[in-house]
């Protein structure tokens, strides 16, 4: 069998299934928990949905970078695949090591843990609510360890379902806002570092913009089906988190809101009662268990290629159809992570860590622009675009450094951890 009918074969995933996944990796636990802790920091509606919309700018200027990065290289890895090719093979090797652990173990864990937040009052006996996590993950892991395909057709059907239930609360909320509510203090007192930190938060909300690229190996026609699909999932999800936060800042007092992780379901039954608390919490079940399960396809991606690389255990490498090795470690090591920790540290840590890898991955984007040029490297917005998002990123992070540096120290450690794994593993790999 030549290549090119090898390649065919192997690139089974379209553009609306890649877009699917963007969509559904983005819609997480950070959407229907971020607004109550940034309303408990900020104090006010208004700069809470201004960190949104910054958001969202940031995250559509991610996905315009990485969809030039992805059509120069149309291969499965990710971050760990571009900054191999742009910087240095240990800065990619120290990608694919983050994504490990912040990138997609930590987020699967936090996706599982708002599903707890949401779940727990409505199962009853003495069950833990870990046992709920834990099930929503070994679910994920054997959904997209047995095939491919039927994987992903489970996949799109569930997200399409999510977007029209969404958008569909979205529209009837709008309609039932109170018409006054106790007056927002607005912009007066919010401090930068603040906002920085807020929007080092929304930013792991915004994660996962650059999903597709982790499959794109698997993409029919990537050069021109994986900057299309990051785009427009990534548009798709800006405009759904402004709607879907507006009603949830304006359905109650900020009294109410501030502080809490199951924000909709507050704002649910202030709008509608009992009956709309009820139906947003199997929305956001929904919603939180998609986004799982795109986790759990995408991120082994990542490893298969570290070991057909030569540096990660061969183990890991993909088995014919999907990399079952890496799935099966992926599920167990989030899973252990839902046990070991909580929610609102979770997002400081994946926003920091996930925050500067983004970046750097940016500056090699740069770095192979000037390097080959524009016939080679066409980059929409040349330099504004990449520039924006390196700047307001790294800054966002240097905030958080300064305010939290607990949690940001933990982000760096987990990077420097790489190092001498590296310095290991690339002595034993054999030279090609």
């Given amino acids: 069998m030549s290549s090119a009918e090898q390649s065919k074969r192997t690139r089974t995933i379209g ?12 819609i997480g636990a950070g959407v229907f928990t971020t607004s109550g802790f940034s309303l408990a920091d900020l104090g006010a509606r208004e700069p809470v949905l201004l960190a949104w919309l910054v958001g969202g700018v940031l995250a559509l200027f991610g996905a315009l970078s990485y969809a030039a990065l992805a059509t120069r290289f149309p291969e499965s890895g990710g971050e760990y695949l571009f900054l191999s090719r742009t910087i240095h093979p240990m800065a990619g090797f120290l990608a694919g090591w983050v994504s490990l652990l912040a990138g997609f173990t930590a987020p699967i864990a936090a996706a599982a843990l708002g599903l707890q937040a949401y779940l727990a009052g409505s199962v009853e006996g003495n069950l833990r609510p870990e046992w709920l996590g834990t099930a929503a993950i070994a679910l994920a892991g ?14 799109n059907f569930a997200v399409a379902l999510k977007l029209v239930l969404i958008f569909g609360f979205i529209g009837f909320g709008a309609t039932m806002l109170p018409d006054s509510l106790p007056e927002s203090s607005g912009f007066s007192g919010v401090r930068l570092d603040a906002f920085a930190v807020t929007l080092v938060w929304i930013s792991f909300a915004y994660s996962g913009w650059n999903a597709a690229v982790y499959l794109a190996g698997e993409v029919r026609d990537p050069e021109r089906n994986l900057p299309r699909s990051l785009v427009m999932g990534t548009l798709t999800v800006v405009v759904l988190y402004l709607g879907l936060n507006t009603v949830f800042l304006y359905a109650a007092p900020v009294s109410a809101l501030a502080g809490k992780a199951n924000i909709g379901a507050i704002a649910a039954e202030a709008l509608g009662g009992v009956g709309l608390r009820r139906a947003v919490t199997g929305i956001v079940a929904l919603a939180l268990f998609t986004s799982i399960s795109s986790m759990v396809m995408a991120g082994p991606r990542v490893y298969a290629k570290m070991a057909e690389d030569g540096l990660f255990p061969r183990l890991f490498r993909s088995d014919g159809e999907v990399p079952r090795a890496a799935i099966a470690a992926q599920t167990l090591a989030a899973i252990a992570v839902l046990w070991t920790t909580t929610l609102a540290s979770l997002f400081s840590y994946i926003g920091f860590t996930l925050g500067i890898s983004a970046a750097t991955t940016v500056i090699g984007l740069i770095r192979l622009r000037i390097r080959e040029g524009a016939e080679a490297v066409p980059i929409p917005g040349y330099p504004f675009i990449p520039v924006v998002f390196v700047v307001s990123t790294l800054g966002a992070a240097g905030f958080m450094v300064a305010r939290q540096p607990a949690q940001a ?7 420097l951890a790489g190092i001498p794994i590296y310095l290991l593993l690339s002595r034993r790999r054999p030279q090609s």
């Fill in 15 to 26: 553009m609306p299934s890649a877009a699917a996944l963007v969509v559904a990796n983005m």
């Fill in 142 to 155: 054997i959904m997209h360890g047995l095939r491919l395909r039927e994987g992903v057709w489970v996949q």
């Fill in 409 to 415: 120290g933990l982000g760096l450690l987990t990077a």
